[in-house]
């Protein structure tokens, strides 16, 4: 069917926000499967027929401009045109201008060069490419991604619909559990990754995509710095929507390399698992990985074993950061300290959160407290309750309940300071009296900070339930149409997990669908509570953040 006519995408459109969002997702969805669906079965000409289809759809290039000036962080930053779109009707004049372009002739403009700082005090540099620039990137994405989504490993999570961290950690659980005898662990990480990646190699591996002279011209565009222009000949730039993706397809092939095997289990819902012939297993998210192997020799081995891999890729492991131990010893991995423990009835695996990423916590907390000195309880509590919920839901499925308790002191610290600072000449009694309370669900602790005019309540980590985390399967991809209600319920059980109990039974109530676009409230965009009107008056309803914006 027109792409125009089902998505509907017509120039005859009075405004942004009467364009059928929910249609135009679908249809992008339906074409994306039938991608994953080809490669799937090794069409390749209808791979290409269907990506072509994709770059030139109207639905894609809405979806896009969507998400590059409503949905993504950078949103409101611009490129070195310092062109921004952030009202309704600049979405569809921008929409209708990229509409006389073909995207396959675009010429990209340079990105704009700028510096955010690392944790180790460095600077990390990052290239902005133009609104127009992100637009196309994101559409060759959508295209691009599914047919990867077949080929990429297993093991790695980084930058992958669908797939997160907690995963990384759940599968690094797996493969070194108490009975497991992989013991040694290769920890990796790349130096400079994005930056020196080699270009000939990612043309290659894109080399059957019809967009991919558009990928070689993005490579090659440059940024500017300071008014000056400089050429880019290895690297893709950070900041770009296209680069993981790109970053994931040149690091891809690392298990082959290093000789891990697969092979088909009959276990129900299992699908596939290491070889037991194969002595390791590795799991990475992005460019930080780790190799898991039952002999100190064969850890030893992989500065070897990698060598070919890097080679081709034109990068090489970090000095600092790359490093061999043994479990007992532990390491850290995406903000989670992994150590195995001698007890009374033998060894056991635990996985907390690492030192590191607590020290990070306390100090954002720190900083909030010093930058909202003087600040109302009512404001204090609006900024602290989503930083409280942001770490412990991320916390809360490896062993944190310690970790829980500690941060809720530290924090309970910080809110006798700053009420003291706030009223200098009242008494302790009189601030006991005006600021805490029970909590409002139950429960007998007094000390709950409340604000006397709003009633809202400082969220307690303690209070946030621990629980563990279910690895997504395989090679499972929300591009794969048979995988239809697995991913609808793991979904919503994902969202249910990551959210409040009212926003939970609102979700219910909504059939975990957008109020205003009907789309998935689990399709990546942020999710807000607003008041709708409706015939029996005002009604409470959940809304992706872009429909009303």
């Given at each position: 069917?027109?792409t ?11 405004g ?54 409503q ?30 372009h073909?995207?396959?002739?675009h ?8 510096f955010i ?9 990052l ?8 637009v ?7 295209a ?8 990429f490993?297993?093991s ?9 961290t ?30 020196h ?19 070689g ?21 950070q900041?770009s ?31 596939y ?7 390791m ?5 992005a ?16 500065y ?12 090489e ?9 043994h ?13 195995q ?6 060894n ?14 306390k100090y ?23 930083i ?5 839901q991320?916390w809360k ?26 009223h ?33 309540q400082?969220?307690?980590m ?31 059980k ?13 979700a219910?109530?909504?059939?975990y669908?957008c109020?205003?676009c ?9 999710v ?22």
């Open positions: 069917m027109n125009s006519l089902r998505a509907s995408a017509h120039d005859s459109h009075k942004w926000y009467s364009i059928d969002w929910n249609t135009i997702q679908k249809y992008v969805t339906k074409l994306r499967q039938r991608i994953y669906r080809a490669e799937q079965q090794n069409q390749r000409r209808r791979v290409r027929k269907l990506q072509r289809l994709l770059l030139r759809s109207k639905a894609n290039l809405l979806l896009s401009i969507r998400r590059v000036t949905q993504n962080k950078g949103k409101r930053t611009s490129g070195v045109d310092g062109y921004t779109v952030s009202q309704p009707n600049e979405r569809i004049k921008l929409y209708r201008e990229m509409l006389k073909n995207v396959f002739q010429r990209p403009k340079p990105a704009k060069r700028t700082a690392k944790k180790n005090g460095k600077l990390r540099p290239g902005i490419p133009t609104i127009r620039d992100r196309y990137q994101n559409v060759v994405k959508t691009l991604e599914p047919q990867w989504e077949v080929k490993e297993p790695s999570y980084g930058f992958r619909p669908k797939r997160s907690h995963d990384a950690i759940s599968n690094i659980f797996k493969k070194l559990n108490t009975n497991s005898k992989k013991k040694w662990i290769f920890e990796g990480d790349f130096l400079g990754c994005f930056d990646l080699n270009h000939n190699w990612i043309v290659k591996q894109t080399s059957m995509f019809p967009g991919n002279t558009l990928i011209r993005w490579l090659k565009m440059g940024y500017m710095e300071q008014g000056i222009f400089y050429n880019t000949t290895e690297g893709t730039p900041g929507l296209v680069s993981p993706l790109l970053a994931n397809i040149a690091l891809d092939g690392m298990e082959r390399e290093i000789g891990i095997v697969y092979r088909k289990t009959y276990k129900p819902g299992a699908g698992k290491i070889d037991p012939k194969c002595k297993g590795r799991v990475a998210y460019d930080d990985f780790v190799i898991v192997t039952e002999t100190e020799e064969q850890v030893q081995l992989m070897q074993k990698l060598t070919p891999y890097l080679k081709k890729r034109g990068i492991l970090s000095d600092d950061k790359t490093k061999i131990t479990i007992e010893s532990g390491f850290d991995f995406l903000g989670f300290s992994i150590r423990y001698k007890t009374v009835q033998g056991k695996l635990l996985i907390k959160p690492s030192k590191d990423s607590i020290k990070k916590a954002k907390i720190q900083d909030t407290f010093r930058t909202m000195r003087g600040r109302p309880v009512q404001e204090i509590i609006r900024v602290l309750n989503p409280i919920r942001g770490y412990g991320y499925h490896v062993v944190s309940k310690k970790t829980f308790s500690s941060m809720d002191n530290y924090i309970f610290s910080k809110i006798i300071k700053h009420l003291k600072q706030l200098p000449k009242k008494s302790w009694k009189w601030i006991r009296k005006r600021y805490f309370r029970k909590p409002y669900h139950g429960g007998n602790n007094k000390w709950i900070l409340t604000c006397p005019l709003t009633n809202i400082l969220l307690k303690s209070w946030i339930k621990i629980e563990r985390h279910v690895m997504v399967a395989y090679k499972n991809s929300p591009d794969d149409p048979s995988l239809k209600e697995y991913w609808k319920k793991r979904d919503r994902v969202f249910d997990s990551e959210n409040t109990l009212d926003r939970m039974k609102l219910r109530k909504q059939g669908r109020a205003l009907r789309h998935t409230l689990q399709n990546g965009e942020k807000t509570v607003r008041n709708l009107e409706s015939i029996r008056g005002e009604v409470t309803k959940l809304v992706h953040v872009p429909c009303i914006q």
